[in-house]
């Protein structure tokens, strides 16, 4: 599941930016729907969306309930010898079970994203990185809560009411201690599939890969919808939105004020996830900020009011895969 990874140098205008958006709000709404709250022809949304699909400058995959993937899963920070980020990045981008991979700034660490069973855990944690010579040293943070997600983050260039206009209606969850959500079916599971890898596919498309007639997948999609479980993310490299900076924070809070926190920060227009862990930091922060001066602002402005006592603040280089794409590197220029 590849794509190619953005032109650093190029900007996408106005519209493209609020496409971007328009995806990033409800990733399967048609060009129709998209042209009416944009106030542009389908045929223009259409174009523009081909473009930015084909060229790999977008791409909308399905992501699974924050809730779900945050139980059993570690944020991994992995120190390595000078010269072999690019090795060991690229190798656990090759994990299914990895669906976020990071190298650092200065380039002697990675970050990373492990979801999955404990099997595969272990063999990675206590065989497979420590075998690997390249691996200096590993620290691992098992995730606690999920206050937000990549999949929640918006880029801000819709108001409220376009926004709105797009959102599906919210899903229907279970309340506390009432009846479980039906689990997945087998057709329900190869559909969720098909929609991890491109979650535009149109009702047709996935009927013809499943071997199912198009009523039946249309019900289907919307009964899993219904239940929160088509959840959608805009691959996008944020340099094309003008956020050239994209860092994680390693807070310490009071666990008093663990929750309030996490809650604030995850209302954050600048933030695009926000984990409460074990370790000695409690909550990690990602924020794309347009600039240094902003990452900055952002420390001071917004971290400084909500009382956070440490921030250990790291510089994403390069993001190597994203909520189970890999990006390639960019050709170098002639």
């Not at 496409?19 to 129709?32: P, S, T």
Request: net charge positive.
């Amino acid at each position: 599941m590849d794509v190619t990874a953005a032109d650093p140098d190029t900007v996408l205008d106005t519209l493209d930016r609020r496409l971007v958006c328009a995806l990033q709000v409800n990733g399967r709404a048609g060009a129709g729907r998209i042209a009416e709250v944009l106030g542009v022809s389908p045929r223009t949304v259409t174009r523009r969306l081909a473009r930015l699909q084909q060229t790999g400058l977008v791409r909308v995959v399905r992501m699974p309930d924050p809730e779900d993937a945050a139980v059993g899963a570690l944020l991994l920070r992995i120190r390595v010898l000078r010269g072999k980020a690019d090795t060991v990045a690229q190798a656990l981008a090759d994990r299914p079970d990895v669906p976020f991979v990071d190298v650092m700034l200065g380039g002697q660490e990675i970050g990373a994203v492990m979801l999955g069973d404990s099997g595969g855990r272990d063999r990675l944690l206590y065989g497979q990185l420590p075998a690997t010579a390249a691996v200096a040293e590993t620290t691992v943070h098992a995730v606690l809560h999920a206050f937000a997600d990549a999949g929640q983050w918006r880029s801000g260039h819709l108001g409220e009411a376009e926004a709105a206009a797009l959102a599906d209606p919210p899903a229907v969850r279970p309340a506390p201690g009432g009846v479980p959500r039906e689990r997945p079916d087998e057709l329900d599971r190869a559909l969720l599939a098909r929609l991890g890898e491109d979650a535009r596919q149109s009702h047709a498309t996935l009927a013809a890969a499943v071997g199912t007639p198009e009523s039946t997948v249309r019900r289907r999609l919307h009964r899993l919808e219904g239940a929160g479980l088509v959840r959608t993310h805009v691959t996008v490299d944020p340099r094309l939105l003008g956020l050239a900076v994209d860092a994680n924070l390693w807070l310490d809070v009071p666990p008093g004020r663990l929750a309030a926190v996490g809650a604030a920060l995850a209302r954050h227009p600048q933030v695009h996830g926000v984990l409460a862990t074990s370790g000695p930091a409690n909550l990690m922060a990602a924020v794309f900020c347009p600039d240094h001066r902003g990452l900055y602002r952002f420390v001071t402005d917004t971290l400084g009011p909500l009382g956070v006592g440490r921030a250990e603040t790291t510089i994403v280089a390069r993001a190597v895969k994203r909520a189970g794409v890999t990006l390639r590197r960019p050709r170098a220029r002639a």
